[in-house]
């Protein structure tokens, strides 16, 4: 199974009897079928009748506080699964209804105390920056540090006033880590806390007071200032949900008032005045007001909107007041669908990510069995000094914590899921991230996606008479039939129209009507011979127009033709710059369509794509992103995420377009573009390289360092304080690093 398209992880529950099948959009019953042709007895576990709640755990930093959580949690019958946010510090846990104490009681065990949010609507991550006196103990600690370095060397390490000064700096910075250290190690695990705590007792037992002092000063001064710099990162997820007013002016029986958003009920009537945010998402019901949605789309232009027309919370209203209809409650606007989809993104690992923990599990007890030996086998095999030699295995301790190595991927994913969202491309994980760098083709559905996905009027041939009573003339009959074509039609005649009398629709040909004493009709090639004014020579102009993919009506009177319609489902204006930077990224373009092959050649010939395949059927669709997939090509999907269902599915990247207010298309799509604008396919592949060279350039700081410190302290030429302040000044490096990502609203089109 593992080697399936798609399967993403396998993860077995021996305990259980079952086996956790991560994957990207795969149908389960293919996943059973193929696990049976394996020879297993398998069948679909049933659905857990859990309740899912959110904890909030302030001492959440990376992978080591999660690998601590999990191991505790993993002996609980209560708890049924597990989903990380860690830099939202929070813990999504499934659990047996009333078995939330014990969760509790459990994290508490470990030091890990959780919160529960009152909510499922997306929350603000805990505040970790320290407070006021937390600084001033890191300063006093700081200056105890000193003072006991000048009498040590006055007066010598170990005299009384040397001890006492390091053991209070230690008392007011290190309780916490020995703490967690305790914690951690009675879990058989080794992070951080427990290194740094045997790296600052094995000081203190060679007599090196000043030095475990200001190892734990050190220490702790780096985490508040890693702590401060993985809130910018949070704080980016945040801000999008400070786009939202926790208010809303409603109309209820006495007049206007002002409500909770949360509290407003859908199909209420709001207002919002100019220049105030949306609070809800709703139809306009009255008033005309451009708005300005970027924060949901990425549309740098405001939108006109009039009655009708959707509006969506967070964003900004412009010139004129508007009142509307709510259509979705507040915690289930677009907006906070976006959140969500960010937030949970993050128990999504990317493979990279994965990588990295399975590395980093090794690393850690790999580099602890090392230091190890190293106190031990130069004394007893070669008359080391004990010392020195111990001193050097209490270094590499330091060196063996892996924090900048787990944090560099979790940091730069999300970063560049959240610059994603800002330009109104939703991702759906880490997975879809990594996989857009490598995408090779991309396959593009044509209506809707690379056209505008409706009929306009595109020529008018006049046979007889003039060309503005002609149009008329059609549009007069056209506003009288709701078929695509003939609204197309309506739309573009100017002026009063005629009366028309004796109205009658023509199934699967066209409509009829009288004027004056004349009969007209408005139709398809068809109608045009039924009603005998068709010739050689009009079906050769025919012919020649629908070879260029247009759709062709004429207008007839008493056998006599007087004018044909030329119709095209015609280009988005961005699509031949869409397809040019795709082009440019070296990305081929492929156009699918169920369309016939002259339209859509048509529309492939102006939009510059090469490779056309027309007339499909949905299982063709999928056909060929399959045949592409099994040549060993990366290939992505664009569609409309409803239509184009299987091949999206099946494509390594499936993209539904215009995907503001549909909620199949941001719950099923690997990848939301909220507005229409195909130019977000290639800002979406820029952004996905860019974030992958972030990450590979954090995984080689944070593994370069670590490497140039084991062969110092190997050698002897690094100190205790030179290993903390390299292990987290590389965390901080990485941290910094992937928070470029947030910079820059938009990639240039030369972005790699």
Request: charged share 20%; with cysteine.
């Amino acid at each position: 199974m593992q080697k399936l398209a798609g399967v993403v992880a396998i993860t077995p529950d021996l305990m259980r009897r079952q086996v956790r099948v991560e994957h990207a959009g795969l149908d389960a019953a293919l996943l059973l079928e193929t696990a049976r042709q394996s020879g297993l007895e398998v069948q679909p576990a049933p659905a857990a009748a859990g309740v899912r709640s959110t904890l909030t755990i302030a001492n959440l930093c990376c992978a080591t506080e999660e690998a601590l959580i999990r191991k505790r949690l993993a002996g609980e019958a209560a708890v049924q699964d597990l989903q990380f946010r860690p830099l939202q510090r929070q813990l999504l846990v499934t659990h047996e209804a009333g078995g939330l104490p014990r969760v509790l009681a459990a994290l508490d065990e470990i030091g890990m105390h959780g919160v529960p949010e009152n909510s499922d609507f997306p929350q603000p991550a805990a505040k970790t920056t320290p407070p006021p006196h937390g600084y001033a103990r890191l300063i006093l600690a700081a200056l105890l540090t000193v003072a006991a370095e000048g009498i040590a060397l006055a007066h010598g390490e170990n005299s009384p006033f040397t001890i006492a000064l390091a053991l209070a700096a230690i008392a007011l910075t290190g309780l916490g880590t020995f703490r967690k250290g305790w914690y951690a190690l009675r879990q058989g695990n080794l992070n951080i806390n427990a290194l740094m705590s045997a790296a600052v007792i094995g000081a203190g037992v060679l007599g090196q007071w000043p030095e475990a002092a200001m190892v734990m000063a050190l220490f702790a001064l780096a985490e508040a200032i890693e702590a401060r710099s993985l809130d910018r990162a949070r704080h980016a997820v945040e801000s999008l949900m400070a786009m939202t007013p926790e208010t809303a002016t409603v109309q209820m029986p006495g007049g206007w008032q002002t409500l909770p958003a949360r509290e407003v009920v859908v199909g209420s009537l709001a207002r919002v005045k100019p220049g105030e945010r949306i609070a809800l998402d709703g139809r306009v019901a009255s008033g005309q007001s451009a708005v300005d949605q970027s924060p949901i789309t990425g549309e740098s232009v405001p939108v006109d909107k009039t009655t009708g027309d959707e509006l969506f919370a967070g964003s900004i209203n412009q010139d004129g007041e508007l009142q509307y209809r709510v259509t979705a409650a507040a915690d289930n606007s677009t907006l906070a669908r976006i959140i969500r989809t960010v937030q949970d993104a993050q128990a999504s690992r990317a493979p990279t990510q994965r990588q990295v923990d399975v590395f980093a599990r090794y690393y850690t007890p790999a580099v602890f069995l090392f230091a190890v030996l190293i106190a031990l086998v130069p004394p007893l095999a070669f008359g080391g000094e004990w010392q020195a030699w111990f001193y050097r295995a209490l270094v590499m301790l330091v060196v063996a914590c892996p924090c900048a190595l787990v944090i560099s991927t979790p940091v730069s994913i999300v970063s560049g899921l959240t610059a994603a969202a800002r330009r109104g491309i939703l991702i759906k994980g880490g997975l879809h991230l990594e996989q857009g760098a490598r995408l090779q083709v991309l396959a593009l559905d044509k209506t809707g996606t690379l056209t505008r996905g409706h009929p306009e009027l595109v020529e008018v041939l006049p046979l007889q008479g003039n060309r503005e009573e002609a149009l008329r003339m059609a549009a007069t009959l056209a506003t009288r039939n709701d078929h695509p074509v003939s609204r197309a039609i309506a739309a573009a005649a100017m002026g009063a129209l005629p009366d028309i009398g004796e109205f009658k629709a023509l199934p699967g040909r066209g409509v009829e009507g009288t004027h004056a004493g004349a009969r007209y009709r408005l139709g398809n090639q068809r109608l045009l011979r039924e009603s005998g004014a068709g010739s050689e020579a009009l079906d050769a102009q025919l012919a020649a127009l629908e070879a260029q993919g247009r759709t062709v009506v004429a207008l007839t009177s008493d056998a006599q033709p007087l004018a044909l319609f030329a119709l095209a489902d015609t280009l988005r204006p961005q699509t031949p710059e869409a397809v040019a930077q795709l082009k440019a990224l070296g990305i081929q373009p492929l156009m699918l369509t169920g369309d016939n092959r002259h339209t859509a050649e048509a529309i492939a010939r102006e939009a510059g794509i090469a490779e056309v395949r027309a007339e499909l059927l949905p299982e063709d669709k999928l056909a060929a992103i399959a045949m592409l997939a099994e040549q060993g090509q990366v290939v992505g999907m664009a569609g409309d995420g409803i239509n184009d269902a299987p091949a999206l599915a099946r494509a390594h990247v499936g993209f539904a377009m215009g995907a503001a207010g549909t909620d199949t298309a941001i719950e099923t799509a690997d990848v939301a573009l909220m507005d229409d604008d195909p130019r977000k396919l290639a800002e979406f592949i820029r952004l996905a390289r860019r974030t992958r060279g972030v990450l590979w350039q954090n995984i080689t700081l944070a593994i370069g360092i670590k490497a140039v410190f084991l062969a110092l302290a190997i050698s002897g030429h690094a100190t205790l304080w030179m290993a903390v302040f390299a292990d987290m000044g590389s965390s901080l490096l990485v941290v910094g690093n992937g928070l470029r990502l947030l910079r820059n609203r938009h990639i240039s089109a030369d972005a790699s």
